[in-house]
Nanobody, 124 residues
Framework: QVQLVESGGGTVQAGGSLRLSCVAS????????MGWFRQAPGKEREFVAC???????PIYADSVKDRFTISRENAETVHLQMNSLKPEDTAVYYC??????????????????WGQGTQVTVDS
């Protein structure tokens, strides 16, 4: 059984920064893709970022490119550094684990395991 636990959410002013963390247990390793998604009230869950295959570049949504950075600390832990936050970044952020298939990296249904989510609120 895979468990993913997110932490690091909170409330910040526009222009501020937050660092989210996700710790996985039960099935870990570089062979699995770790991704971040977010869901704002009344909206569908959307892709934010995910790590690339070993030696490959991370993948980012256009809306967060150059502001967010995903990094893998070890086999169990992945971080999402969020800088220059905007009010439109307000959402519940979810960590997810899926297969390392690049064509499906942005597709929520390709991720088998999800965390419980952590709230990020950006005040204007």
């Amino acid at each position: 059984q895979v468990q993913l636990v997110e932490s690091g959410g909170g409330t910040v002013q526009a222009g501020g920064s937050l660092r989210l963390s996700c710790v996985a247990s039960g099935r870990t390793g570089s062979g699995y893709r770790m991704g971040w998604f977010r869901q704002a009230p009344g909206k569908e869950r959307e892709f934010v970022a995910c790590n690339g295959a070993s030696g490959g570049a991370p993948i980012y949504a256009d809306s967060v490119k150059d502001r967010f950075t995903i990094s893998r600390e070890n086999a169990e832990t992945v971080h999402l550094q969020m800088n220059s936050l905007k009010p439109e970044d307000t959402a519940v952020y979810y960590c997810a684990q899926g297969l390392m298939i690049r064509a499906l990296a942005r597709t929520p249904s390709s991720y088998s395991y999800w965390g419980q989510g952590t709230q990020v609120t950006v005040d204007s």
